[in-house]
């Protein structure tokens, strides 16, 4: 009966051993480390390739077209009929031009040739300098890109690369 006593008794002691002690604070955020980061949704991009592709119709036109999440990932990648494949490598590379840059390719090509000192922004294999690359925003913030080749002329891929806007939920080719 003693045993079962002082067994009782030291049951609280017990209990106390295994509270674990608090965690001594860092004096940092956990946003310090970690942050969140908007992007394009799959069901986005096949709605943007969809509006895409209905203004490449209106201009009798078929096209390939690249859109790329805001970390440069592939999120599609489509190639209509007829469409000669280098297009689809060169949709890649115009949305990731966009992208990295933050600047509708058009406009970065004129700017670059305009000026000496980015001239030779077209050397660097990973960017392509041609129209038809544009950034994708959300809120003041890129979440993609697109690229679209084939459409016939620089002007016709500028166009229908800015043509990627989902405008009723706020995604849009402009800042």
């Known amino acids: 009966m003693k045993t079962l006593h002082l067994l009782l008794l030291l049951i609280p002691f017990f209990g106390i051993a295994q509270t674990k002690e608090k965690p001594k ?4 955020s956990t946003n310090t480390y970690i942050h969140s980061v908007d992007n394009l949704t799959l069901s986005a991009s096949f709605e943007i390739v969809k509006r895409v592709n209905e203004s490449a119709r209106l201009l009798n ?3 390939a077209i690249a859109i790329l999440d805001a970390s440069g990932t592939i999120v599609l990648l489509t190639r209509d ?3 000669g494949p280098h297009n689809a490598d060169a949709a890649k590379r115009k949305a990731f031009t966009a992208l990295s ?3 509708a390719t058009l406009l970065l090509l004129r700017n ?3 000026n000496d000192d980015t001239k030779n922004l077209n050397t660097l ?3 392509l300098l041609l129209s038809g690359g544009s950034p994708i925003w959300y809120k003041g913030t890129i979440v993609g890109s697109i690229g679209v080749a084939g459409g016939g002329s620089p002007e016709n891929d500028d166009f229908l690369a800015k043509s990627a806007t989902i405008q009723e939920f706020g995604i849009t080719t402009s800042k």
């Open 61 to 63: 036109k078929k096209v």
């Open 112 to 114: 670059a040739a305009a």
């Open 125 to 127: 294999p990973e960017l």
């Open 81 to 83: 009929d007829g469409v």
């Open 101 to 103: 840059t933050k600047t």
């Open 25 to 28: 604070e860092l004096g940092i």
